[in-house]
C-alpha cells in the first residue's frame, strides 16, 4: 500500500527559537491526537534541521527535510547545501523543484533532474513538485506542461530509484492564494500522473507512489481533498506555520 505522507514546508519563516517552539507543541498534538498511519514531514529552513531532527528522534511518525539542495556532491559551491549534509543533519526528504524556486531561482526540468539525482544518490527521499501557472490552465496547456515536468524531471530513473520518489502536485495558481484545486481538479491531475507513471514503469510502481496535493490547503478542505482515491497526502505552506491547523490537516488523514 502506498504511504500518505503530510509535509510542512514552512519556506523562510520563523527564528530558530520560534521552530523549536512550533516543533515541540506540533509533536505534543501528534502524539495525543494523532491515531492514523501518515507520516508527517517537518521542512523547517536548512539551518535548523539539525535541531529538528534531534527533537523528533523518539517520534517514528515524524521526519524532518529540507527544502532544497545542491545538485552537486559537495566542493567550492559557496552558499550551497549538498543533500549528504541534509543527511548528516537527520533529514530525510528534500524539496526539489518547487515552484518558487522554478520562477524566482531559474531551475528549469534538467536541472532538477540532476537534484533529484543527488538526493537519491544519498539514499534520501525527493519529493519532486509540479504544477501549472493559471495562464496555462486557462489555455488548456497544463496536462502538456506536467508531462514535460514530470518526464523531464524524472523519467531517466530507473524503477527502483522511482520507488524512492514522492510527487507534489501544486498548481502555482492554488499556492498562498487561498485559491485552492477543488478536489476534482486535483484528483483528475493526480490520476494523470499516476497514468504517465504506469505507462513509464509498471502498475506496480504507479500504485505504490505517493501523490501529495499542495496549494492552500487547510483544515476545511483537507478531508474532502484527502478522500480521493490518488490524493495521498499533502505539502502544506502557510497552515503549516501555526501547531494547531496543521495538526488539524494531519488529523484529516485517517
Ligand atoms: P500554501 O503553500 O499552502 O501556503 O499554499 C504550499 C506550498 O508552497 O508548498
Known sequence: MRKKIIAGNWKMNKSFDECMALVSELSNMIKDEYHGSAEVVIIPPSLYINSVSRMLADFNNISSGAQNCSNHASGAYTGEISAAMIKSCGGKYIIIGHSERRQYFGETNDWLAKKIDAVLAENLNPIYCVGETLEERESNSHFD???????????HLNAEQMAAVVIAYEPVWAIGT???????????VHAFIRNLVKEKYSNEVADNLTIQYGGSVKAENAVELFSAPDIDGALVG???LQSRSFADIIKAMA
Not at 506536467?146 to 523519467?155: A, H, I, M, P
Open 145 to 155: 506542461v506536467l508531462t514535460k515536468q514530470v518526464s523531464e524531471g524524472l523519467f
Open 178 to 188: 487561498g485559491k485552492t484545486a477543488s478536489t476534482a481538479q486535483a484528483q483528475e
Open 238 to 240: 502557510g497552515a503549516a
